[in-house]
């Protein structure tokens, strides 16, 4: 069985760091791209970031490029998204997800929550 | 970049009933980067059509996908009482993805 557990989610004051990880187990995790999606509490579903498989392609949404950081362990089966210069907008449940036909994300973690606020 | 839109916001249908959910790109996009999402609430978005008309693993044959180019269309055959949830389109493109702002299915 696919799964995918976030942690590392929690309460941080604008302009700080925080760094997540998903643990991906059920899969042959080096065989597949990874990605982050966020939601922002009542709101629709935003890409964040991409990774393939052996890291050579990465890519990220506007609104986080030269801020959040998207790196995996495939020897340790997890992936990582680090966050910095945070701002109130970045509050928002973020989801790890794989990727899987056509482009899609077939599974999905349970979410971990991050809340910027002083 | 390509912005999904979707409609209607919000669907307002009995148990029993048919739902069509569409789904315009701003846009031509390849079908075979458009997938729809089922959510619930407090839960993660689980996929549910690939390729505009493809089922994923598991989804029941009351839910299908049609569309090309611009406008792709989610249809529920015959909403079941776990049927009620928010849906999603999403598509692939130079090396993005999106989503649209999803349309409510509640019951009437």
């Not at chain 1, 939601?39 to 970031?49: F, H, I, N, T, Y």
């Not at chain 1, 050579?56 to 609104?63: C, N, V």
Request: include cysteine; glycine fraction near 12%.
């Amino acid at each position: 069985e696919v799964q995918l557990v976030e942690s590392g989610g929690g309460l941080v004051q604008p302009g700080g760091s925080l760094r997540l990880s998903c643990g991906a187990s059920g899969f042959t995790f080096s065989t597949y791209s990874m990605k982050w999606v966020r939601q922002a509490p009542g709101k629709g579903l935003e890409w964040v970031s991409h990774i393939s498989s052996s890291s050579s392609s990465i890519y990220y949404a506007d609104s986080v490029k030269g801020r959040f950081t998207i790196s995996r362990d495939n020897a340790e089966n997890s992936l990582h998204l680090q966050m910095n210069s945070l701002r109130d907008e970045d509050t928002a449940v973020y989801y790890c997800a794989r990727e899987g036909i056509g482009r899609t994300l077939d599974y999905w973690g349970q979410g971990t929550l991050v809340i910027v606020s002083s | 970049e390509i912005v999904l839109t979707q409609s209607p916001g919000t669907l307002s249908l009995s148990p029993g009933e048919r739902a069509t959910l569409s789904c315009r790109a701003s846009q031509n996009i390849s079908g075979s980067y458009l997938a729809w999402y089922q959510q619930k609430p407090g839960q993660a978005p689980r996929l549910l059509i690939y390729g505009a008309s493809s089922r994923a693993t598991g989804i029941p044959d009351r839910f299908s996908g049609s569309g090309s180019g611009t406008d792709f269309t989610l249809t529920i055959s015959r909403l079941e009482p776990e049927d009620f949830a928010v849906y999603y389109c999403q598509q692939y493109g130079s090396s993005r993805w999106t989503f649209g702002h999803g349309t409510k299915v509640e019951i009437k």
